[in-house]
């Protein structure tokens, strides 16, 4: 009678357990995600934004750094040729190239008078590359306003006409675009939709403009912003030891107390980021942990979140009933509502929503092997050169 007692016991707390856990799954997706999927419907698309007039456009500066980029920077450069803006210059940094990268470039200024190229010979120290380079191309500007992007960034024409429009009518000092991403195969949509998904609940890109909120946010592959405001933010010399630089460039911006901004540029904006997910899986070697501000604390925490909330209620399907059952079925629902929604946006099938469990397992091991590669190596390797951890986690913003 007593084991009969004990084992009822035990059974009850499980299933008590489990309603709980399944109950804050539940109230994540319903309270985050779905609030979250609401402020996402209401971002600004780009092409929502007549091409403002010549009269009403600032002069801009396009900056970016390349390094031995040869293989996506003719298409990048062809792109920025066709730009419909005045007055417009671009100023390219080569940041020590071993490939044609500086030839390229210098054929494309011979083309192109609005193009200005910098070279970086030798990185001093203190600095991590690309932070430097992007400084090294602001200290050559002249724009009243600068747009930092990445050396295989690809713009149509009437993209900056449309960006100064959106920032005028919507009060911006910095604005930051979502642009598509050109996914091929089935791995690459599985992991970059989940990407996508994932990015909108981590940052929640709407509450950006909200001055009350801390959210912020930075795109590597478009951020424009106003120079006095970039200079008051402390410029990438606040940055110089920032793996992400581009996402702490608007943390800067907007705690400072400017009004930052984000929306969706579609094709206006596209990047080829990486071919294939073993290039994804080393491509966000640097970043992963970094993301974590390099502490095993909240890696685990993370990874946790990831199960618990991504793969757990797929898994748990065919073994739960009752309430329980109800709770994992409404959260898994909910999950893969919002990835079909994100799908949608990133021009992939809806269906890709179903792979919902399994791009968050190639995500958590992406986190996974960040952690384990940095504190293997003492450090991050970023463009063939070697930045020691200790002086990353120093360098935090």
Request: proline share 4%; with cysteine; hydrophobic share 50%.
């Given at each position: 009678?007593?084991?009969?007692?004990?084992?009822?016991?035990?059974?009850?707390?499980?299933?008590?357990?489990g309603l709980?856990?399944?109950?804050?799954?539940?109230?994540?997706?319903?309270?985050?995600?779905l609030?979250?999927?609401?402020?996402a419907l209401q971002?600004?698309?780009?092409?929502?934004?007549p091409?403002?007039g010549?009269?009403?456009c600032?002069s801009?500066?396009?900056l970016?750094?390349?390094?031995?980029?040869?293989e996506k920077l003719?298409?990048?450069?062809?792109?920025l040729?066709r730009?419909?803006?005045?007055p417009?210059?671009?100023?390219a940094v080569?940041?020590?190239?071993?490939?044609?990268?500086a030839?390229i470039?210098?054929?494309?200024a011979?083309?192109?008078p609005?193009?200005k190229?910098?070279?970086?010979?030798?990185l001093?120290e203190?600095?991590l590359?690309?932070?430097?380079?992007?400084?090294?191309?602001?200290e050559?500007s002249?724009?009243?306003?600068l747009?930092?992007?990445d050396a295989d960034?690809?713009?149509?024409p009437?993209?900056?006409?449309?960006?100064?429009a959106?920032c005028?009518?919507r009060?911006?000092?910095h604005?930051?675009?979502?642009g598509?991403?050109?996914?091929?195969?089935?791995?690459e949509?599985t992991?970059?939709?989940?990407?996508?998904?994932?990015f909108?609940?981590?940052?929640?890109?709407k509450?950006?403009?909200?001055p009350?909120?801390?959210?912020y946010?930075?795109?590597?592959?478009?951020?424009?912003?106003k120079?006095?405001?970039?200079?008051a933010?402390?410029?990438?010399?606040?940055?110089?030891?920032e793996?992400?630089?581009?996402m702490?460039?608007g943390?800067?911006?907007?705690?400072?107390?400017?009004?930052?901004?984000?929306?969706?540029?579609?094709d206006?904006?596209a990047?080829?980021w990486?071919?294939?997910v073993?290039?994804?899986v080393h491509?966000?070697?640097?970043?992963?942990?970094?993301?974590a501000?390099?502490r095993?604390p909240?890696?685990?925490?993370?990874l946790?979140?990831?199960f618990?909330?991504?793969?757990?209620?797929f898994?748990a399907?065919?073994?739960?009933h009752g309430?329980?059952?109800?709770l994992?079925?409404?959260?898994?629902?909910?999950?893969?509502?919002?990835?079909?929604?994100?799908?949608?946006v990133?021009?992939?099938?809806?269906?890709y929503?179903?792979?919902h469990?399994l791009?968050?397992?190639?995500f958590?091991?992406?986190?996974?092997?960040?952690?384990?590669?940095t504190l293997?190596?003492?450090?991050?390797?970023?463009?063939?050169?070697?930045?020691p951890?200790?002086?990353?986690?120093r360098?935090?913003v």
């Amino acid at each position: 009678m007593l084991g009969y007692s004990v084992g009822s016991f035990e059974h009850q707390f499980m299933h008590l357990l489990g309603l709980l856990l399944f109950g804050i799954v539940a109230l994540f997706w319903i309270g985050h995600g779905l609030r979250v999927a609401w402020g996402a419907l209401q971002l600004p698309w780009l092409k929502d934004f007549p091409p403002a007039g010549d009269a009403d456009c600032p002069s801009i500066s396009l900056l970016f750094a390349a390094r031995n980029e040869e293989e996506k920077l003719p298409a990048a450069l062809e792109t920025l040729r066709r730009i419909d803006y005045f007055p417009l210059e671009i100023v390219a940094v080569n940041d020590r190239s071993r490939d044609s990268t500086a030839q390229i470039l210098a054929v494309a200024a011979k083309d192109d008078p609005r193009l200005k190229v910098a070279t970086v010979t030798e990185l001093p120290e203190g600095w991590l590359g690309k932070p430097h380079a992007l400084q090294v191309a602001f200290e050559a500007s002249k724009g009243d306003w600068l747009l930092f992007t990445d050396a295989d960034v690809r713009f149509r024409p009437d993209s900056l006409r449309r960006a100064v429009a959106l920032c005028k009518a919507r009060g911006f000092d910095h604005l930051t675009l979502m642009g598509d991403v050109d996914m091929r195969g089935f791995w690459e949509k599985t992991v970059l939709t989940f990407f996508g998904l994932g990015f909108h609940l981590a940052t929640n890109p709407k509450a950006v403009s909200d001055p009350r909120s801390r959210a912020y946010l930075g795109i590597g592959a478009f951020q424009l912003v106003k120079r006095d405001a970039y200079e008051a933010s402390g410029t990438h010399r606040r940055l110089k030891m920032e793996v992400l630089d581009d996402m702490k460039l608007g943390k800067i911006i907007k705690r400072t107390g400017f009004r930052s901004g984000a929306g969706i540029a579609g094709d206006s904006v596209a990047v080829r980021w990486q071919a294939g997910v073993r290039n994804l899986v080393h491509g966000v070697t640097k970043n992963f942990f970094a993301n974590a501000d390099f502490r095993v604390p909240v890696v685990a925490l993370q990874l946790a979140g990831l199960f618990l909330a991504n793969i757990l209620p797929f898994l748990a399907l065919p073994f739960v009933h009752g309430w329980t059952l109800v709770l994992a079925l409404l959260s898994a629902t909910v999950a893969v509502a919002l990835h079909a929604g994100a799908a949608a946006v990133m021009r992939a099938s809806a269906w890709y929503s179903l792979t919902h469990p399994l791009g968050a397992a190639v995500f958590s091991y992406m986190l996974l092997r960040s952690t384990v590669v940095t504190l293997r190596q003492g450090g991050v390797v970023w463009r063939d050169t070697f930045y020691p951890l200790d002086k990353l986690r120093r360098g935090l913003v």
